[in-house]
């Protein structure tokens, strides 16, 4: 994916220049990455939002006050401010909880999901054993079980079921594209 | 960092499962924080590793919550020194060839593992072992519990648990990952920064069946 035609270097110019469509253009063009970077630290979706905040915030006026020391390198600043800022609102948030437990009239938020999450969860579980149930046989459902639930590693799998790594390969972006393929058709009313 | 490169080394796997060394993931996400294509398989892989384990969860879900409400409840009325709730019920029929026989289910308290390890039978073929331990789990979002030797050597473990409650957590392990020994079975709490810390400690006697 091209920035939009800029390059990390020409986007940090523009923005120090003062240009407001390149700031606009900064955000939309790492909008996505970060979002999956800071949600691969498991903050639940109201702290992520904070930190996505944060993390272009912080970027912005990083980069308008000349500190990017390597623009042609962007990509690498803005994920390490993102990495940054989750790793410390999961401090900050341990703290606060700890400072303040046993204290009857403070609110946490629940860790317990919400009704429509529970909802997404049962949809996304319905999908995946149609998918399972959708492959050619026990062994590959056993490869899908070891690595997904059982978090065994892709080596180990190959070794102890005697497949070779392109099969292994070819299974799980198989299954993987299939799920796609079934969500993506749910979501436009069409039945696959 | 080419994408030939990211399918041959499973990377994208291996990053929504967090088992990445810190360069390594420093690496790839300054690679698909400007690649779409990248950003669309992690998503949708992130996506199908969790309805994988929900499809799991869910299955014998209903038979682990009645488990676990029937263990609290017991609980109240126990007597002190080690016990174990033995509670089987029959799960759905399941795709996994190895999961078409019923869980069984613990109940591990940290009060009443204080005194002495948990005597734990393992089943004569392989099934589920679900734990249901009781802890504050409103700390943190996901949980890593691994299963520890006396010589320190882990012999299962898994990441990313998410709490079933505020006061306890579901690990299902298969019965065929275990044998017969004195094993410890920790808790830990995920950070943001890859880090755990131990919030929970299990000491567990595992006996063959007869």
């Known amino acids: 994916m091209e920035i939009a035609g800029s390059s990390g270097a020409g986007l940090v110019a523009r923005i120090r220049a003062g240009e407001l469509a390149a700031e606009d253009e900064f955000v939309r063009c790492y909008s996505r990455g970060v979002s999956i970077i800071i949600g691969q630290s498991g903050a639940d979706p109201a702290a992520a939002a904070d930190v996505y905040q944060e993390t272009f915030r912080l970027a912005l006026v990083k980069i308008r006050a000349g500190e990017v020391r390597d623009p042609e390198r962007l990509a690498g600043f803005i994920c390490g401010i993102a990495r940054n800022l989750a790793i410390e609102h999961f401090r900050s948030a341990a703290r606060f909880k700890g400072r303040h437990e046993g204290e009857p009239d403070r609110q946490f938020p629940s860790p317990e999901p919400s009704q429509l999450d529970r909802l997404l969860r049962a949809e996304r579980a319905r999908l995946a054993r149609r998918v399972l149930a959708e492959l050619p046989s026990d062994r590959d459902r056993k490869i899908l079980y070891r690595f997904y639930i059982e978090d065994d590693e892709k080596e180990d799998i190959c070794a102890d079921l005697g497949i070779g790594a392109l099969h292994f390969n070819h299974l799980i972006s198989r299954a993987r594209q299939r799920y796609r393929k079934i969500f993506e058709s749910m979501g436009e009313g069409r039945k696959t | ?150 010589t320190g050597e882990e012999l299962w473990s898994q990441d990313s648990i998410q709490p079933n409650s505020p006061d306890s957590i579901s690990v299902a392990i298969p019965s065929s990952r275990l044998r017969p020994g004195t094993y410890a079975l920790t808790v830990s709490g995920a950070q943001a920064d890859g880090a755990s810390i131990v919030v929970a400690h299990f000491s567990l006697r595992l006996v063959a069946s007869k």
């Open chain 2, 1 to 150: 960092m080419d994408h030939l490169r990211i399918e041959e080394r499973n990377l994208i796997d291996r990053y929504v499962r967090g088992s990445m060394p810190v360069a390594e993931r420093a690496e790839f996400e300054e690679h698909f924080v400007e690649c779409a294509a990248c950003q669309e398989q992690i998503e949708f892989a992130r996506s199908f590793r969790q309805a994988v384990r929900e499809s799991v969860a869910e299955r014998a879900g209903s038979g682990w919550r009645w488990a676990a409400l029937a263990a609290a409840a017991c609980l109240a009325v126990a007597l002190a020194a080690s016990t174990v709730f033995l509670l089987q019920r029959q799960s759905a029929r399941s795709e996994l060839a190895n999961l078409r026989r019923p869980p069984v289910v613990f109940g591990l308290s940290l009060s009443r593992n204080a005194a002495e390890p948990q005597t734990i039978m393992l089943p004569s073929e392989p099934r589920w072992m679900v734990f249901v331990a009781e802890i504050d789990a409103a700390r943190y979002s996901r949980y890593r519990a691994a299963v520890v030797n006396d």
